[in-house]
């Protein structure tokens, strides 16, 4: 998907994407990832997602990549925090206490500029990619984070009833993403109240991916 996209998206603030509060699905399966107390946490594609000051009061630290600079300078704005800006690579790294947040393309980010996670929650992230870039994610993502154990929540809808994003991604795709290099549990299927986007019958997913 061209980042124009996101970019264009962020501008027009055409954020209904943008949750209210910190995702319930977050709040009641965290737990399942069995983190404890500062525990550094990979959000990928991010934005300004209330879920992240919920794992900061719940002291969790936060790692985040996110491509529209608008949504990390809104996240510190809401935050209350003054962040530390600086270059690294081809991203720019937004730093606080026990934040950092790379804004730029996510397939810039490398391992060693990420450090080290502990897990990844993958709200936003793979829902919001087109299903041609979703192998090449998936690989980036395992290779950065050193096959992290994920939180991922995932959606399946009649994808010819709506365009994405978010896209529909079916559990076996999510199996043959990542089946050769963790155990999947899928924690709960649950349907989405009204539909997604009130628009098509919509099955949301919450998966639990650990080591082999």
Not at 135 to 159: C, F, G, R, V, W
Request: aromatic fraction near 10%; glycine fraction near 6%; charge should be negative.
């Amino acid at each position: 998907m061209d980042p124009s996209f996101w970019h264009q998206r962020w501008s027009e603030n055409n954020i209904a994407f943008h949750g209210s509060e910190a995702n319930p699905l977050l709040v009641r399966y965290f737990k399942e990832l069995s983190l404890v107390k500062g525990s550094r946490v990979f959000l990928p594609l991010c934005g300004k997602t209330l879920d992240i000051p919920w794992l900061l009061s719940n002291d969790y630290r936060v790692a985040g990549a996110e491509l529209s600079k608008i949504a990390i300078e809104q996240l510190f704005t809401e935050l209350g925090v003054e962040p530390k800006i600086s270059t690294v690579g081809e991203v720019d790294r937004y730093s606080a206490e026990n934040i950092d947040i790379f804004v730029g393309d996510i397939f810039d980010l490398s391992g060693k500029m990420l450090g080290l996670v502990d897990a990844i929650y993958d709200r936003a992230a793979l829902v919001a990619l087109p299903e041609a870039m979703r192998n090449q994610y998936t690989a980036h993502l395992m290779e950065i984070t050193d096959k992290a154990p994920q939180l991922l929540i995932s959606y399946e809808y009649d994808q010819s009833v709506m365009e994405g994003p978010p896209f529909s991604v079916s559990n076996e795709e999510v199996n043959q993403h990542y089946r050769d290099s963790y155990d999947l549990t899928l924690i709960v299927s649950t349907d989405v109240p009204g539909g997604l986007k009130g628009k098509c019958a919509t099955t949301e997913n919450v998966w639990l991916l650990k080591r082999d």
